[in-house]
């Protein structure tokens, strides 16, 4: 995006030197429908320059998270910049919708976008700043404590993603020593992680109180512009995994724990191949990782490897795991220099992979919204975002054999895939559903939380795993999941995101060219328009009804049994 209204060299080091644009837009004198839009256009300019000074503070520090200038560096934005920036934003968010010139704009593009900023003027409260200023501030500790999780074996210190690796080790003995390594040492940090969430969980219900709710997962549904689906239909979509996909998971486990012949199925033997054989390797470096991507992205559509090829040229991939690196993985949209960033820890698994075109899946949407005239056209919900992710991950699998040119490697891969599609869905509904208990009882005790997951766990497992010796592990097992601390309530979406890339899949299985074109031809609306209206750009339907959820489920397990 080239700067019009902005300095070309102006960088953001403190709100004084910022707040002179802001003053403008709020001061500006708008007298017809065209100054409307260069208002708007020059607002949008301003945003695109604070979100990507923003996120590069954020890439940093999760890149290198022992880095204590770097962590003030994003925390100074945090607690001296983003508080100014809240009220005069509201202020100018006022400014547009009460405009007289507002009605004339095109009704068909701006819809969506007025009806976000409407909602976002809605919910602002002043009182409410200091506290997400807070809250943001905790939210990072999530990451620092992760971030210097590490456990010693075979003499060399290493991060818990990659000694995740020896829990694939065919050895049993060896899976069973690490997996106790790796739980003895998140149990170090249990306490602490207890006593974070509890005060966040305090912080976000005075938040949801101070804006009038009840409860916190009230407020956030409606702070997440949840316009198309209502509090009802998640707890249905709970209900519809526990009945049609729970069963399929529980068969596969006990297939599993047949083909290892285990009288006694424990947690590390939960990532060992069925048949004994070696974890599959679909590369050996972060180099490797990204070639083979582009090549695979090729095949599908050679734009998509452009795009990749494009972010490795410019310095956009940070994929290796180290000590001291935050966990998990994301792709940050930059909506200045308009080439995302790619994050991740990969150590040579196959999850890696699946992880590296989820990621590439979120990236190529963040190329096809280029061309969009705002940043909120370009910001699309969470149930659009991953239906792009989750997608990608699927659709690319029929292309897997740039990963794994040989033909039983790759069966076992597909397998595995569709296995973890099986084995996410309850884990979605699992995450959602311990959310809507923890913030509707928001003065719970620690013994409490322990409980309500437990009694989840079981009405979301497979029941073929043994725990016995090992419920303490298993109780505190929502420790692991990044969203419960850094993002709330942003995760059933990766069900209902699931379930449309399922059915983009079955489209592309039936034709390749056409569901293509749709699955790009949905992403480039970016947030132009509605849920509904977007995933039937894709072809696919926005339905997570107990019907569809069988439909799909079933479909996945038929693919399954074809290898």
Same mark, same amino acid.
Not at 127 to 134: A, M, S
Not at 268 to 296: H, Q, R, S, Y
């Given at each position: 995006?080239?700067? $019009?209204?902005?300095?070309?060299?102006?960088?953001?080091?403190?709100?004084?030197?910022?707040?002179?644009?802001?003053?403008?837009?709020?001061?500006?004198?708008?007298?017809?429908?065209?100054?409307?839009?260069?208002?708007?256009?020059?607002?949008?300019?301003?945003?695109?320059?604070?979100?990507?000074?923003?996120?590069?503070?954020?890439?940093?520090? @999760?890149?290198?998270?022992?880095?204590?200038?770097?962590?003030?560096? +994003?925390?100074?934005?945090? #607690? $001296?910049?983003?508080?100014?920036?809240?009220?005069?934003?509201?202020?100018?968010?006022?400014?547009?919708?009460?405009?007289?010139?507002? $009605?004339?704009?095109?009704?068909?593009?701006?819809?969506?976008?007025?009806?976000?900023?409407?909602?976002?003027?809605?919910?602002?409260?002043? !009182?409410?700043?200091?506290? =997400?200023?807070?809250?943001?501030?905790?939210?990072?500790?999530? &990451?620092?404590?992760? &971030?210097?999780?590490?456990?010693?074996? %075979? &003499?060399? !210190?290493?991060?818990?993603?990659?000694?995740?690796?020896?829990?694939?080790?065919?050895?049993?003995?060896?899976?069973?020593?690490?997996?106790?390594?790796?739980?003895?040492r998140r149990a170090q940090d249990e306490t602490s992680l207890n006593d974070l969430y509890s005060e966040l969980i305090k912080l976000?219900?005075?938040?949801?109180?101070?804006? &009038?709710?009840?409860? +916190?997962?009230?407020?956030?549904?409606?702070?997440?512009?949840?316009?198309? /689906?209502?509090?009802?239909?998640?707890?249905?979509?709970?209900?519809? #995994?526990? !009945?049609?996909?729970?069963?399929?998971?529980?068969?596969?486990?006990?297939?599993?724990?047949?083909?290892?012949?285990? %009288?006694?199925?424990?947690?590390?033997?939960?990532?060992?191949?069925?048949?004994?054989?070696?974890?599959?390797?679909?590369? @050996?470096? *972060?180099?490797?990782?990204?070639?083979?991507?582009?090549?695979?992205? %090729?095949?599908?559509?050679?734009?998509?490897?452009?795009?990749?090829? @494009?972010?490795?040229?410019?310095?956009?991939?940070?994929?290796?795991?180290?000590?001291?690196?935050?966990?998990?993985?994301?792709?940050?949209?930059?909506?200045?220099?308009?080439?995302?960033?790619?994050?991740?820890?990969?150590?040579?698994?196959?999850?890696?992979?699946?992880?590296?075109?989820?990621? *590439?899946?979120?990236?190529?949407?963040?190329?096809?919204?280029?061309?969009?005239? =705002?940043?909120?056209?370009?910001?699309?919900?969470?149930?659009?975002?991953?239906?792009?992710?989750?997608?990608?991950?699927?659709?690319?699998?029929?292309?897997?054999?740039?990963?794994?040119?040989?033909?039983?490697?790759?069966?076992?891969?597909?397998?595995?895939?569709?296995?973890?599609?099986?084995?996410?869905?309850?884990?979605?509904?699992?995450?959602?559903?311990?959310?809507?208990?923890?913030?509707? %009882?928001?003065?719970?005790?620690?013994?409490?939380?322990?409980?309500?997951?437990?009694?989840?766990?079981?009405?979301?497992?497979?029941?073929?795993? $043994?725990?016995?010796?090992?419920?303490?592990?298993?109780?505190?097992?929502?420790?692991?999941?990044?969203?419960?601390?850094?993002?709330?309530?942003?995760?059933?979406?990766?069900?209902?995101?699931?379930?449309?890339?399922?059915? #983009?899949?079955?489209?592309?299985?039936?034709?390749? !060219?056409?569901?293509?074109?749709?699955?790009?031809?949905? =992403?480039?609306? *970016? /947030? @132009?328009?509605?849920i509904p209206e977007i995933y039937k750009a894709a072809g696919i339907e926005f339905n997570f009804s107990p019907e569809y959820v069988?439909?799909?489920?079933?479909?996945?397990?038929?693919?399954?049994?074809?290898?």
């Amino acid at each position: 995006m080239q700067r $019009n209204y902005i300095p070309k060299d102006f960088t953001i080091t403190t709100w004084e030197l910022l707040e002179p644009y802001f003053k403008d837009l709020q001061n500006r004198t708008i007298s017809s429908e065209a100054e409307l839009e260069k208002w708007l256009k020059d607002y949008n300019e301003l945003g695109a320059v604070v979100s990507e000074n923003m996120a590069w503070r954020y890439i940093k520090m @999760t890149c290198d998270t022992a880095n204590e200038e770097l962590r003030n560096s +994003f925390n100074d934005f945090v #607690v $001296n910049i983003e508080p100014h920036i809240s009220p005069i934003s509201n202020e100018l968010n006022k400014k547009l919708v009460e405009s007289p010139f507002v $009605n004339s704009l095109n009704k068909d593009k701006y819809f969506v976008y007025l009806r976000g900023i409407k909602n976002s003027i809605e919910l602002f409260r002043e !009182k409410n700043i200091p506290l =997400l200023t807070e809250l943001q501030q905790k939210e990072q500790h999530f &990451g620092e404590i992760s &971030g210097a999780q590490s456990i010693e074996h %075979n &003499g060399e !210190k290493m991060t818990l993603q990659k000694a995740s690796v020896f829990l694939k080790d065919l050895n049993r003995n060896v899976r069973e020593e690490v997996y106790h390594k790796i739980q003895n040492r998140r149990a170090q940090d249990e306490t602490s992680l207890n006593d974070l969430y509890s005060e966040l969980i305090k912080l976000r219900h005075q938040v949801a109180l101070n804006t &009038g709710f009840k409860n +916190f997962r009230d407020f956030k549904h409606q702070s997440l512009g949840r316009f198309d /689906y209502t509090v009802k239909d998640c707890l249905n979509f709970h209900d519809a #995994v526990q !009945k049609h996909v729970v069963p399929l998971v529980t068969e596969q486990e006990k297939k599993r724990k047949e083909l290892l012949k285990l %009288n006694d199925y424990r947690p590390w033997d939960k990532e060992v191949d069925a048949e004994g054989k070696p974890p599959l390797k679909p590369f @050996t470096n *972060g180099k490797d990782l990204t070639e083979k991507t582009i090549d695979c992205f %090729n095949k599908i559509d050679p734009w998509f490897a452009d795009c990749v090829k @494009t972010m490795d040229k410019m310095g956009r991939l940070d994929l290796e795991s180290r000590l001291g690196k935050a966990p998990g993985g994301y792709q940050y949209p930059l909506y200045e220099t308009e080439i995302p960033f790619i994050f991740m820890n990969a150590v040579g698994l196959h999850r890696d992979m699946v992880t590296m075109v989820h990621e *590439g899946g979120h990236a190529i949407h963040s190329f096809l919204d280029i061309p969009l005239d =705002l940043v909120d056209f370009k910001s699309p919900p969470s149930e659009v975002a991953e239906l792009a992710s989750m997608s990608m991950e699927l659709i690319s699998m029929e292309h897997w054999d740039s990963f794994f040119p040989n033909a039983d490697d790759l069966k076992r891969a597909k397998r595995q895939q569709l296995e973890s599609v099986l084995d996410a869905l309850p884990w979605i509904a699992a995450v959602d559903k311990f959310q809507h208990w923890i913030y509707e %009882n928001p003065e719970h005790s620690v013994a409490d939380r322990y409980a309500a997951w437990t009694q989840i766990m079981k009405d979301f497992g497979s029941g073929v795993v $043994n725990y016995e010796g090992l419920e303490a592990n298993l109780k505190r097992r929502w420790q692991v999941q990044l969203h419960l601390f850094e993002v709330p309530f942003y995760y059933i979406e990766y069900g209902f995101a699931q379930l449309g890339a399922i059915a #983009v899949w079955r489209n592309y299985k039936k034709n390749p !060219k056409q569901a293509i074109a749709q699955y790009k031809t949905a =992403l480039a609306l *970016g /947030y @132009t328009k509605t849920i509904p209206e977007i995933y039937k750009a894709a072809g696919i339907e926005f339905n997570f009804s107990p019907e569809y959820v069988k439909e799909l489920a079933e479909f996945v397990k038929s693919e399954y049994d074809k290898l």
